[in-house]
Structure formats: C-alpha cells, structure tokens
C-alpha cells in the first residue's frame, strides 16, 4: 500500500530552539495533513494542504507542501514548552475513488522541549 | 457542538468477553472512522463509513464488527479479542468523506477508548 515516510522519530530540542519535520511519498499526493497528538491526548487537526508549491502559515507554525506534491515540511519557530506533542502528517492519494476517505498517517515525529 | 465522544474511556476485557464501543457526534458530518492505535504509533485506519456505509474495510479481523446505527452514531462490537488487540481505538468524523480538494474532509477525533484485553 502507499506509505509516507516522516522524519525524524525524535527530536529534542531546547526551548526557543526551531523544529522541524518532513515527509515524504513515493508517488504523488493529492492532498495532505497535518494533525498533533499530545501526550494522552487524541490528533487534532492542524491544517490541509492541496496545490503544489502551497505555504501556509499558522502563529509559529509554518507548513510546505512541495512542487511535485510528494513532500511536505512543518516547522516551528522557537518552540515553547506547549508545543511538545507528536506530530503526524497523513496524505491522500489520487486513486480513481477507491480509496475514497482513507488517511494514511505517517510514524510521526516526537518533539521534547526542554525549558 | 464540535466534539466526537466515545465510551467507554477505558475497558477491561478477557478473550471470551462481548463488548461495544460508542462513538457519538453532532456536527452532521457525513463521514466516520475507525482506527487503532498503538503507544508511540500511528492511528492505524480499520473502517470508513460514508453516508451511513461501511465504504473502507481495512482488512480487519471478524472479532472487529463496526456498525453504524444512523449518521450521528458509529458502533464497534468487539468479540474474542486477542492480547493483541490491546490498544487506543479512535473514531473520527469529517463532513464529507472524498478525497481530492475539499476542505470539509478534516478529520475530527475522539478521546479514544484504551482497551485491554487480559
């Protein structure tokens, strides 16, 4: 089946540090997503990009989808102690609708800030 | 309203138990979905229902029967669960199930049910 690879597993960082986390498809992605997950708690939804090339930012949180649409890169400047959580990209494939609804999410990356 | 609830938060089962898991939203999304997660893992996608449907079966085990009652209500009736099975299982809810450009295919998640079969 499709996969995305995201990386890193881990990442620990110092408060005030930058982070970031990248995924990747081997074919073409029609749309992907961006959830968090803090500890013990469930995703939440943080974005969806869809055209090749988009940016979008959110506060500190600046995601990219890229040209070929089969990358995609979250970064976050000068993290805080809120920020820690695991962070999952999930994409969507173009397929002709037979797999109409389905998100497939990455491993995820975990990201400690150390105050 | 934008909240998906689910009970139990918790369950405790033994291999030879029937039990159900509720899932419950009120944002007249159209979508709704199972998964399994494992600690430090990825949701794991186990079924899509589409407009009351089960559209996506992910090959999942017979001792996983989803149901749902109507378009607010996903069930997931759990019979002779292995050891294995043990995990955080969350629904989800998105307004329109399609892939492709719609915005309206965010999904929404659960607390989750942390189940535990002994």
């Known amino acids: 089946g499709q996969q995305v690879m995201q990386i890193p597993q881990y990442q620990h960082v110092q408060e005030g540090e930058d982070f970031t986390t990248y995924c990747n498809s081997s074919t073409t992605l029609s749309n992907i997503q961006w959830y968090k997950q803090r500890p013990g708690g469930h995703p939440v939804f943080l974005i969806q990009?869809?055209?090749?090339?988009e940016v979008k930012k959110q506060k500190r949180l600046t995601f990219q989808f890229g040209e070929a649409k089969k990358n995609s890169s979250l970064h976050i400047t000068a993290t805080q102690t809120t920020d820690v959580g695991t962070y999952f990209c999930?994409?969507?494939?173009?397929?002709?609708?037979?797999?109409?609804?389905?998100?497939?999410f990455g491993q995820g990356t975990i990201l400690t800030v150390h105050p | 309203d934008t909240e998906v609830t689910q009970t139990p938060k918790h369950l405790v089962m033994g291999m030879t138990n029937k039990k159900s898991l509720k899932c419950e939203q009120h944002?007249?999304?159209?979508?709704m979905y199972w998964y399994k997660q494992k600690a430090k893992k990825p949701p794991e996608l186990m079924f899509v229902y589409s407009y009351e449907k089960l559209s996506i079966n992910e090959s999942v085990p017979s001792r996983f029967s989803p149901e749902c009652p109507n378009s607010s209500l996903l069930n997931l009736h759990l019979h002779a669960l292995q050891p294995e099975d043990s995990a955080l299982y969350l629904c989800?809810?998105?307004?329109?199930?399609?892939?492709?450009?719609?915005?309206?295919?965010?999904?929404?998640f659960g607390p989750g049910t942390r189940l535990t079969v002994l």
């Open positions: 999930a994409g969507r494939w173009v397929d002709g609708g037979t797999s109409y609804g389905k998100l497939t």
């Open positions: 989800a809810s998105s307004q329109d199930p399609g892939q492709g450009q719609s915005r309206y295919n965010e999904q929404f």
């Open positions: 944002m007249g999304h159209r979508a």
């Open positions: 990009l869809v055209k090749s090339g």
